[in-house]
């Protein structure tokens, strides 16, 4: 049985992990489908799909089919039917199968039109080759609206007409072909930056793009002013729906925006807007939240905000890329971490990642979910208040903040608890945080540390038990290699932070002995004798007592560090060597022993029943 395509989206993902907790479908028009596409089928070919045998999951051996189960059912996510010299129309009823993500019906004899309405149900397809039939009749625009597809290949008909020009914003496409048909006009515009292989030969009436400037004296300006007017009525539509839904907000909004002007960090990246019918949009987010309710608890937006005070300024805990994390107190006096999107589009897969890892993966050492949020163009996640906040801050101490400094068996802890987390992480979940440093690392009341951001994480690969497909942050071939050992080189800085009491982005003073230039001087130095780093470590805990133990987790900083992938040790390695120099310290701090932390409820159903552990 083949899989699904290499490159599969985040809408795939989302079909097929909503389709694992959905259960009261029935399966039945699966079957009748597949019996219509038999019927199609006058060679035989398919001889082997017997319908007539009950045991379950039967229809998921069948010759080009895949299936996914739900323990319920099963449901049809791919049909590979190339060359089973298929005849007549396309069959209607492939809108039946909801959950399809694959759609190969290349090399046969279908003909007729492709429908319109193709993605009114096909929410999920990733891939639609209908290559080498005869097909006839114009591109239907409708196809533009299938979000998710990364292949589109249409060549070998006898299409005629334009190509849709909303083709080109497909955000995931990766291979459109569209050779050897009767196509004319311009080529849809795909974004320099998607990398589309595109096909376009025997098609003598094609023009822009690479294959030269139109001649407007063929074409005229009807189509451009038809596709201008177009464009122009979708960004009225958007902009009048906008005004309806938010002009009460206006003032609210101006008012807050003024109000916290001062602490908002512009994001890097440019700002990149996807045009998408509002009721397309509004779709995905009831589907969105479905999805996500079944692993976290979705709140009430209404809620959040009274529980941050309508996100005041004086409850900013921090400034992020992403969003901004405030301080929220509920009902029964229990604190939060509530952290509101700044863009519900363009960091869309950072907020479904940021559930993804901490809503599904409970760890002591990861900093705990409780909740998100979706209405409209709001995006929030609700986590647990971590009470001593970042260990960036820590690293910084002064009187004003922090006037007590980290002791050594405190520092050794933490390093500790960031060993155990990453090793987890790696080891269990087969998943790369890629982002880590001391402001994300947070500290509760025992100086646990929890591991937070996880924007940018990926998945190694997938874990057995888990039939969902996640490839749009998978990692493949040879892109594994370095990314595990790129969080060890970011746990190495995060060590040299722990014994030096520096951030390493901090500049010094000049006077100096690192010379404003930490990481520098440590490989000029480090290297060659650990002695020579002595000057550097924290007045705060050299001569204690523990300075043997100091210059050993000195050593482990160096290796996760070194220049070669090979050479870095692993986290695992990390974690028990850390954990062999942590034995003495043992009093001061709960047991290793414990593996996992539950400190949320297992089943929240609104903001008020969220327990205060800490």
Known sequence: ???????????????????????????????????????????????????KTNTEGVICTFSGVECISNHVEDRVIGLWLSNMG??????????????????????????????????????????????NNY????????IANLLGLITLLLDGNQL???????????????????????????????????????SYVNNS????????????????????????????????????????????????????SNAIHPLIKKPNTEQEAE?????????????????????ITRMSFMELCKATDYFCTDNVLGIGTTGIMYKAKVSNKCFLAVKRIYDADKYKWEFLLEIMIPGRHRHRNIVPLHGFCIEKQERVLVYKYISNGRLSDWLQSDEEHHPIKLEWPERIHIALGLARGLSWLHEKCKIVHLNLDSECVLLDK??????????????????????????????????????AERDVYDFGIILFELITGKRL????????????????????????????????????????????????????????????????????????TIRAMWEGYKPWFVSESLELSMDCSDHITCISEIECIE
């Open 505 to 576: 982005s901090q500049s010094a003073d000049s006077s100096d002995s690192i010379s404003g230039h930490l990481m520098n001087y440590i490989r000029k130095n480090l290297f060659t004798d650990p002695a020579d780093f002595y000057d550097a470590i924290d007045d705060g805990i050299i001569g204690k007592g523990f300075d043997d133990k100091i210059v050993g987790l000195l050593e482990v900083a160096c290796d996760c560090v070194k220049t070669s992938l090979k050479q870095r040790p692993k986290m695992v390695d990390m974690h028990q």
């Open 135 to 142: 097909f006839s009749g114009e591109i239907p625009k409708g």
């Open 1 to 51: 049985m083949k899989t699904t395509t290499r490159n599969l989206n985040p809408l795939v993902f989302l079909g097929s992990l909503f389709c694992l907790f959905m259960t009261g479908f029935s399966a039945e028009s699966d079957i009748y489908c597949l019996e219509t596409i038999k019927n199609m089928d006058p060679s035989n070919i398919l001889s082997s799909w017997d319908f």
């Open 446 to 483: 025992s100086f646990e540390p929890k591991i937070s951001n996880f924007s940018k994480a990926k998945f190694l690969h997938q874990s057995v038990e888990d039939h969902v497909r996640m490839k749009m942050f998978l990692v493949d071939g040879l892109g594994v290699k370095g990314y």
């Open 275 to 295: 045009l998408l019918p509002l009721a397309f949009q509004e779709q995905r987010r009831k589907e969105l939240s479905m999805l996500l309710e079944r692993l």
């Open 205 to 256: 009436g094609l023009c822009g793009g690479t294959l030269g400037r139109c001649d407007e004296s063929l074409f005229g300006r009807s189509f451009w002013y038809s596709f201008i007017i177009g464009f122009v009525s979708s960004a009225t539509s958007v902009l009048v729906s906008c005004m309806y839904y938010y002009a009460p907000w206006t003032e609210f909004k101006k008012r807050r």
């Open 160 to 198: 005629t007409g334009h190509i849709p020009q909303d083709l080109g914003l497909l955000p995931w496409l990766r291979d459109f072909s569209v050779a050897n048909n009767l196509l004319e006009g311009p080529v849809p515009g795909f974004r320099s930056n998607l990398n589309v292989s595109l």
């Open 86 to 131: 298929l005849k007549g129309q396309f069959p209607s009823c492939i809108e039946d199968f909801t959950w399809l993500q694959t759609l190969n019906l290349s090399h046969n004899e279908l003909s007729g039109y492709i429908p319109n309405d193709i993605s009114s149900k096909l929410l999920y397809l990733a891939t639609l080759d209908l290559s």
